[in-house]
Protein backbone atom coordinates (compact mmCIF):
# COMPACT_ATOMS: atom_id res chain seq x y z
CA UNK A 1 0.00 0.00 0.00
CA UNK A 2 1.16 3.45 -0.96
CA UNK A 3 0.89 5.96 2.32
CA UNK A 4 2.24 9.04 0.29
CA UNK A 5 1.92 10.83 -2.57
CA UNK A 6 2.56 14.00 -4.33
CA UNK A 7 0.29 14.98 -7.52
CA UNK A 8 1.14 17.18 -10.39
CA UNK A 9 -1.48 18.21 -12.45
CA UNK A 10 -2.12 20.98 -15.31
CA UNK A 11 -4.81 21.88 -17.90
CA UNK A 12 -5.18 23.84 -20.66
CA UNK A 13 -7.76 24.92 -23.83
CA UNK A 14 -6.34 25.95 -27.09
CA UNK A 15 -8.82 28.77 -27.89
CA UNK A 16 -10.08 29.27 -24.07
CA UNK A 17 -12.66 28.04 -24.39
CA UNK A 18 -11.80 25.00 -27.22
CA UNK A 19 -10.03 21.69 -27.35
CA UNK A 20 -8.90 21.13 -23.75
CA UNK A 21 -6.97 18.50 -21.92
CA UNK A 22 -6.24 17.36 -18.50
CA UNK A 23 -2.97 15.83 -17.04
CA UNK A 24 -2.05 14.21 -13.59
CA UNK A 25 1.43 12.59 -12.90
CA UNK A 26 1.23 11.09 -9.51
CA UNK A 27 4.83 10.08 -7.39
CA UNK A 28 4.84 7.78 -4.53
CA UNK A 29 6.99 9.30 -1.57
CA UNK A 30 7.15 6.63 0.20
CA UNK A 31 10.45 5.30 -0.29
CA UNK A 32 12.51 8.81 0.47
CA UNK A 33 12.48 10.23 -2.93
CA UNK A 34 10.11 10.59 -5.90
CA UNK A 35 8.64 7.54 -8.28
CA UNK A 36 6.50 7.88 -10.73
CA UNK A 37 3.11 5.51 -10.13
CA UNK A 38 0.60 6.82 -12.54
CA UNK A 39 0.24 9.40 -15.64
CA UNK A 40 -3.12 10.26 -16.16
CA UNK A 41 -4.53 12.41 -18.69
CA UNK A 42 -8.36 13.30 -20.61
CA UNK A 43 -9.38 14.98 -23.38
CA UNK A 44 -12.36 17.72 -23.32
CA UNK A 45 -13.88 18.75 -26.63
CA UNK A 46 -14.72 22.35 -25.38
CA UNK A 47 -13.78 23.72 -21.83
CA UNK A 48 -11.60 26.64 -20.74
CA UNK A 49 -8.22 26.36 -19.00
CA UNK A 50 -9.70 26.54 -15.64
CA UNK A 51 -11.82 23.76 -16.29
CA UNK A 52 -9.36 22.09 -17.39
CA UNK A 53 -6.73 22.43 -14.69
CA UNK A 54 -9.98 21.67 -12.01
CA UNK A 55 -10.56 18.70 -13.85
CA UNK A 56 -6.97 17.44 -13.84
CA UNK A 57 -7.25 17.49 -10.18
CA UNK A 58 -10.07 15.22 -10.14
CA UNK A 59 -8.67 12.95 -11.98
CA UNK A 60 -5.56 13.10 -9.88
CA UNK A 61 -7.45 12.91 -6.63
CA UNK A 62 -10.33 10.43 -7.73
CA UNK A 63 -6.93 7.84 -8.42
CA UNK A 64 -5.67 8.86 -5.35
CA UNK A 65 -8.83 7.64 -3.26
CA UNK A 66 -8.88 4.54 -5.51
CA UNK A 67 -5.27 3.59 -4.71
CA UNK A 68 -6.63 4.39 -0.61
CA UNK A 69 -3.20 6.39 0.30
CA UNK A 70 -3.53 8.71 3.17
CA UNK A 71 -1.41 12.02 2.60
CA UNK A 72 -1.54 13.92 -0.78
CA UNK A 73 0.30 16.76 -1.55
CA UNK A 74 -1.63 18.72 -4.58
CA UNK A 75 0.93 20.22 -7.11
CA UNK A 76 0.17 22.72 -9.81
CA UNK A 77 0.80 26.31 -11.54
CA UNK A 78 -2.25 27.65 -11.28
CA UNK A 79 -1.89 29.78 -8.83
CA UNK A 80 -5.91 30.67 -8.97
CA UNK A 81 -6.71 26.87 -8.63
CA UNK A 82 -4.18 26.83 -5.57
CA UNK A 83 -5.87 29.79 -3.92
CA UNK A 84 -9.42 28.75 -4.06
CA UNK A 85 -8.45 25.18 -2.73
CA UNK A 86 -7.20 26.79 0.32
CA UNK A 87 -9.55 29.03 0.91
CA UNK A 88 -7.75 32.18 0.15
CA UNK A 89 -10.12 33.00 -3.33
CA UNK A 90 -13.68 32.43 -3.42
CA UNK A 91 -14.89 30.15 -6.49
CA UNK A 92 -17.10 33.44 -8.23
CA UNK A 93 -17.80 31.04 -11.74
CA UNK A 94 -20.69 28.40 -11.26
CA UNK A 95 -19.46 25.80 -13.13
CA UNK A 96 -15.83 26.08 -11.36
CA UNK A 97 -17.60 25.83 -7.75
CA UNK A 98 -19.42 22.22 -8.63
CA UNK A 99 -15.56 21.26 -9.96
CA UNK A 100 -14.81 22.96 -6.35
CA UNK A 101 -16.66 21.18 -4.47
CA UNK A 102 -15.53 17.69 -5.93
CA UNK A 103 -12.10 18.33 -5.06
CA UNK A 104 -13.34 19.77 -1.71
CA UNK A 105 -15.01 16.02 -1.03
CA UNK A 106 -12.51 14.29 -2.94
CA UNK A 107 -10.08 15.82 -0.65
CA UNK A 108 -11.69 14.87 2.69
CA UNK A 109 -10.56 11.03 1.68
CA UNK A 110 -7.25 11.28 2.91
CA UNK A 111 -5.66 11.65 6.35
CA UNK A 112 -3.79 14.45 5.56
CA UNK A 113 -3.95 16.82 2.37
CA UNK A 114 -2.41 19.91 0.85
CA UNK A 115 -2.06 22.04 -2.33
CA UNK A 116 1.02 24.05 -3.41
CA UNK A 117 1.77 25.98 -6.31
CA UNK A 118 5.34 25.92 -8.41
CA UNK A 119 6.65 27.78 -11.63
CA UNK A 120 5.22 26.19 -14.58
CA UNK A 121 8.58 24.95 -15.90
CA UNK A 122 8.80 22.88 -12.96
CA UNK A 123 5.46 21.47 -13.83
CA UNK A 124 6.90 19.74 -17.37
CA UNK A 125 5.39 16.73 -16.96
CA UNK A 126 1.79 16.96 -16.06
CA UNK A 127 1.95 19.80 -18.95
CA UNK A 128 3.19 17.53 -21.52
CA UNK A 129 0.12 15.24 -20.84
CA UNK A 130 -2.15 18.22 -21.43
CA UNK A 131 -0.54 18.69 -25.11
CA UNK A 132 -0.36 15.14 -25.72
CA UNK A 133 -3.97 14.32 -25.09
CA UNK A 134 -4.93 17.44 -27.02
CA UNK A 135 -2.83 16.62 -30.29
CA UNK A 136 -4.08 12.90 -29.96
CA UNK A 137 -7.71 14.48 -30.20
CA UNK A 138 -7.51 16.71 -33.30
CA UNK A 139 -5.61 15.08 -35.78
Not at 17 to 46: C, N
Not at 66 to 82: C, F, G, N
Not at 121 to 134: G, K, M, S
Request: proline fraction near 3%.
Amino acid sequence: MIKSIRIYTDGGARGNPGPAGSGAVIKSLDEGGEKTIAKLKKFFPHATNNQAEYDAIILGLTEAKRLKVEEVELVMDSELAVKQIRGEYRVKNPELAKKFLEVYNLSRAFKKFSARHIMRERNFEADALVNEVIDENLK
